[in-house]
Each structure stands twice: as C-alpha cells, then as structure tokens.
C-alpha cells in the first residue's frame, strides 16, 4: 500500500480531472530507426517510414484494401475441415 499512489493521486486526479480528449495511439514508433512517426501521416504512406523505408505491420483489412480497387472485395467461404479425416484408431 503507497500512500502517494492510494490516496493523492487520485485525489489529486479528482482535483484536476482526467483529460479524455487526447487518444493515446497518435504517435508510433519506428522498429527500425526508433524514429517517433505520426499515425496519421504513417497510414497515408502505407506504414512505411518516412526516414528509414521499414515496413511496420499491417493489418488484414488494411492490405486487403490497400490491393483492391476502391478496398472492395468479397470474402470466400472456406469449407469446414473433418475432425478427423483418417478416422484412425491404435491398436493398443
Ligand atoms: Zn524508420
């Protein structure tokens, strides 16, 4: 129990109330130059860095619409896999 932590912080919190209107994710940093990138301007570029060309992660949806015209496309229903395709059973 810390007595800072436990019981002024949040008093003080109530005092001067949590600031919502600031998102945390703007800012990202860059793997390969740990330079500070700005979220908005990294997606206009396709997560490539501005500095050092390293391709950060992309998420599915996002390359998917990056390779399609205007991001439309339809997704394939695979077909459900057999539990147990061999219906193998031991010996023992
Ligand atoms: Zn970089």
Redesign the pocket.
């Known amino acids: 129990m810390n007595w800072l932590s436990n019981f002024v912080r949040p008093k003080i919190r109530a005092l001067v109330g949590e600031k919502k209107d600031i998102p945390d994710n703007l800012w990202e940093k ?6 500070m ?1 700005f979220r908005r301007e990294l997606e206009d570029n396709l997560n490539v ?6 391709h950060l992660k992309l998420s599915p949806v996002k390359r998917l619409e990056s390779l399609f015209d205007d991001g439309a496309y339809s997704a394939v229903e695979v077909p459900k896999v057999i539990v147990d395709p061999l219906k193998f059973r031991d010996q023992k």
Do not use: D
């Not at 860059?30 to 330079?35: E, L, N, R, W």
């Not at 860095?49 to 390293?54: K, M």
């Open positions: 860059c793997p390969g130059c740990s330079a990138l860095c501005r500095s050092c060309g390293h």
